[in-house]
């Protein structure tokens, strides 16, 4: 298995056009199933406070291997690019944990996401505790930067 | 945007090879970088004490829009395909969150990877706390079943 082809399920409508400083967490964001994803497919949704969507970076064109400095910040040791965060990642494959503000037919809107608008979102999955971290988390002092 | 072409970065190796049942929480897996992809891509990774792995559910056939139960399991009412976790997704991507027990090259070993032997990875990110909920979580009952 070489290469797998995925479709966009949703698309991310909001106030930001372009990839400049950092979205703020109390952006609100709408989430809109395309016409051929059944209505039904969020039933229940708003019985979780917190969902997990998984998006495609469409305006990264960059691809990192090896090692960066996280958020571009030269203040910041390089790492590997899966021990941060960053779009210029094989695949441009983004995640972020939003909370659910509410569910209105197709389009859900949260709180949280940082995606631009038009994002192509490939999926949307609820956030269970018992998923969560069970011990302590351990992290390095740089994510706090 | 209609098609989106991703590539595993890595693949999931352990004793589960058949969907059968639940994988156990406890359970260890190795998940390997694919050749081409350079080694130091995990650098400073063992600093973080847990992981979130995308991966793809690659002997999911069926695909599910609109609700069905959860796990299967006809005890919990159906609900809405993005109201739960099922491989029988839009897509076939699964996302759970791992402990990182070590990493030695180009491999990690991880536990609680709910993916069979042989999943391509598509993607693997740090958990970092200011990311993950803020608030206290609501979820229905039925996820404790």
């Known amino acids: 298995m070489s290469e797998i082809t995925v479709k966009p399920i949703a698309f991310v409508r909001n106030e930001?056009?372009?990839?400049?400083g950092i979205i703020p967490r109390e952006a609100i964001s709408k989430i809109e199933l395309i016409d051929s994803i059944s209505i039904a497919s969020f039933d229940g949704i708003d019985d979780f406070s917190h969902l997990?969507?998984?998006?495609?970076f469409h305006k990264a064109s960059k691809v990192i291997t090896g090692t960066a400095h996280p958020r571009n910040n030269t203040n910041i040791p390089k790492v590997g690019i899966y021990s941060h965060r960053s779009r210029n990642r094989p695949?441009?494959?983004?995640?972020?944990l939003v909370k659910l503000i509410k569910r209105e037919?197709?389009?859900l809107t949260v709180s949280g996401l940082d995606a631009l608008d038009g994002t192509?979102?490939?999926d949307i999955k609820p956030v269970v505790t018992r998923f969560l971290p069970q011990e302590k988390i351990k992290e390095p002092d740089w994510v706090k930067l």
């Open 16 to 20: 930001f056009q372009e990839a400049k």
């Open 52 to 56: 997990e969507i998984i998006f495609y």
């Open 91 to 96: 695949n441009h494959i983004g995640l972020t």
């Open 105 to 107: 037919g197709n389009t």
């Open 120 to 122: 192509p979102v490939l």
